[in-house]
């Protein structure tokens, strides 16, 4: 199956600072999406971005389908925003997270 | 947008008693919904692929007589723990395809954490 790689594997930021997630995955693919999973393991939907650049807030996705790689950026980083973020791309019927980097945001 | 509900999200069962865990489409009608596992600080594997009105298909590797899928309905998938064990603790999260146009793709539950003592 389809590989899915996230780095870095784990990130820690003080408060304010900005960060850049990415997720590398090995075939093309015909969605992926970024969640959050908050400390009480939910799945929160970030971006559906199969393609393109896609801002919310402080939050932005950026994903370049031809080169196989996909860019979370986060800016003005809250304690909030800790938790694990995965990406996960679907290639039809299968749907393959990635490794998930762990983020830290110190006050 | 599309929304999941599953349930329950917490359960404490003991070995060798059966669980399930149901997972809702509330306000659209999902024909495949999927069920995944997540151990402690690993990403979500997927188990198996529930189609409505049909046997599931199950990954490679997951025993289908202990991890029952069924699909009766186009916005109710079940997934029973048979004969649990402690090995079987994990968090499971079920997700299905948004209605047409869902922007977001695929919606997950909140997902359940099971623990057999």
């Known amino acids: 199956g389809i590989q899915v790689e996230q780095s870095p594997p784990d990130l820690i930021l003080q408060e304010g600072a900005n960060s850049t997630l990415r997720c590398n995955f090995s075939?093309?693919?015909?969605?992926l999406q970024w969640f959050h999973q908050n400390p009480w393991g939910q799945l929160i939907n970030l971006f559906y971005?199969?393609?393109g650049t896609k801002q919310n807030g402080r939050l932005s996705a950026t994903t370049v389908a031809t080169e196989r790689y996909s860019l979370l950026y986060i800016s003005s980083s809250q304690t909030t925003d800790s938790g694990v973020y995965f990406c996960?791309?679907?290639?039809?019927?299968?749907?393959?997270f990635g490794t998930g980097t762990s983020l830290t945001v110190i006050p | 947008g599309a929304v999941v509900s599953q349930h329950p999200s917490r359960v404490i069962c003991k070995s060798g008693t059966s669980v399930k865990i149901e997972c809702r489409s509330l306000?659209?009608?999902?024909?495949?919904m999927f069920w995944y596992r997540q151990f402690p600080k690993q990403s979500l594997m997927l188990m198996a692929t529930s189609n409505e009105g049909s046997k599931a298909t199950y990954e490679q590797g997951v025993e289908k007589d202990k991890f029952l899928i069924n699909h009766a309905s186009l916005t109710l998938s079940t997934l029973t723990v048979t004969s649990a064990h402690p090995e079987d603790s994990s968090f499971y999260i079920c997700s299905a395809r948004g209605g047409q146009g869902d922007p977001y793709g695929y919606t997950f539950g909140s997902g359940t954490r099971l623990t057999v003592v």
């Open positions: 306000d659209f009608q999902a024909t495949t």
């Open positions: 075939d093309s693919v015909n969605n």
């Open positions: 996960a791309v679907n290639t039809g019927n299968q749907f393959y």
């Open positions: 971005i199969p393609s």
